[in-house]
């Protein structure tokens, strides 16, 4: 169990589409605390939507401005601030990464199949504009493979688990609420 000053930040990990941002802002609205996205941190950094990164300057580039990017909202996490964190989908990549949001806040990874995964991603017209795929496929057929690939690494970096699946955003909230509060006694 982590100590009491650690538990500053909660942060959701998980593939895109699974709720993180969604549900991140009203469990931050619900505790009281800020709401943060570090996807937004890096574009606000660049000046230039993910894809364009991706596309312009390739993925080590991205991972490094994600990791920066965490990096801060871990040093504010240290300053006193209480935050809800929504990360990229491939923050867990970094060992780095995991032991930053481990040792500062905990880890909950929201959770849905491929299946629906997809669906969400193809309902967003917003998706293909600012989501680069990562395997040169298109981002709805990757799912499967890129999912299955970081599977292991979310829930080893987890503390805890939500099925987002057949959940809407209220109901997201209300089970990341529900397994906080399970973390925290």
């Known amino acids: 169990m982590k100590k009491e000053q650690d ?7 998980g593939y895109r589409a699974s709720g993180k941002t969604s549900a991140g802002r009203a469990v931050a609205s619900e ?14 950094s660049e000046g230039r ?14 991972r490094r401005l994600e990791s920066e990017a965490l990096a801060a909202v871990g040093a504010r996490v240290l300053k006193g601030e209480r935050l ?42 917003a998706s293909a504009r600012t989501r680069p795929a990562l395997s040169g496929e298109s981002a709805v057929a990757e799912v499967e493979e890129v999912l299955e690939q970081r599977y292991p690494l979310y829930e080893a970096a987890a503390d805890c688990v939500v099925d ?22």
């Open 164 to 185: 987002t699946g057949d959940f809407d955003e209220a109901q997201v909230c209300g089970a990341v609420l529900e397994a906080i509060t399970e973390l925290l006694k």
């Open 84 to 125: 809800v964190v929504a990360t990229g989908g491939g923050v867990v990549l970094s060992r780095e990464n995991v032991e930053r949001m481990s040792s500062t806040g905990y880890v909950v990874w929201l959770r849905a199949p491929a299946s629906v995964l997809q669906d969400r991603i193809e309902r967003d017209p």
């Open 7 to 13: 538990k500053s930040a909660i942060y959701l990990v």
């Open 31 to 44: 505790l009281s605390r800020l709401f943060v996205d570090t996807d937004r941190l890096v574009e606000e």
């Open 49 to 62: 939507a993910i894809a364009s990164i991706f596309a312009e300057s390739g993925e080590p580039v991205f």
